[in-house]
Every structure is written in structure tokens, then in C-alpha cells.
């Protein structure tokens, strides 16, 4: 899967989110920057994510995705 491909459905999945996804075909680098994240822990920040591609790492489809998850605002920060 070509990492447009994951992006276009993780954009789908994650709407009200911004979503980039760069990778290899194989290995993927995942960032989403959403307002969905405020308050959660990091964990249940990155299971959000992964909850919407799932069945793609259940199948093998996707083998390794990083996840880097932001509220806006740690996005603003983190880009500074």
C-alpha cells in the first residue's frame, strides 16, 4: 500500500483530524493533529489511530507504522 493510500483513509477515518503519512510501502510514519487528542494519554492517543487501520496490520497489509499524535497547540510547539 502506497502511503497516500493510508493517508486517504486515515484522513477519512480521522475527519475532523490533519493527517500525514510518509513511508516506504512497508514501514509508515504516521502524524495526526487533531483537537480529539486534548486530554487523552498518550496511549489512548495512539490507540485511536490504530484503531482505524487495524484490519490493514491484522492482514499485513501495513506491518509498522509509527504514531506521532498532537493536539494543535503541541503541534504549534512542537514546530517552533
Request: proline letters at 4%.
Amino acid at each position: 500500500m502506497q502511503p497516500e493510500a493510508l493517508q486517504e483513509i486515515l484522513q477519512e477515518k480521522l475527519s475532523d483530524c490533519e493527517v500525514r503519512v510518509e513511508g516506504d510501502g512497508y514501514h509508515y510514519q504516521v502524524v495526526a493533529v487533531g483537537e480529539r487528542f486534548a486530554g487523552l494519554s498518550p496511549v489512548k492517543k495512539q490507540q485511536t489511530v490504530y484503531s482505524c487501520i487495524h484490519d490493514l496490520i491484522a492482514d499485513g497489509t501495513v506491518h509498522a507504522v509509527s504514531i506521532k499524535t498532537y493536539t494543535p497547540d503541541e503541534w504549534a510547539a512542537a514546530n517552533k
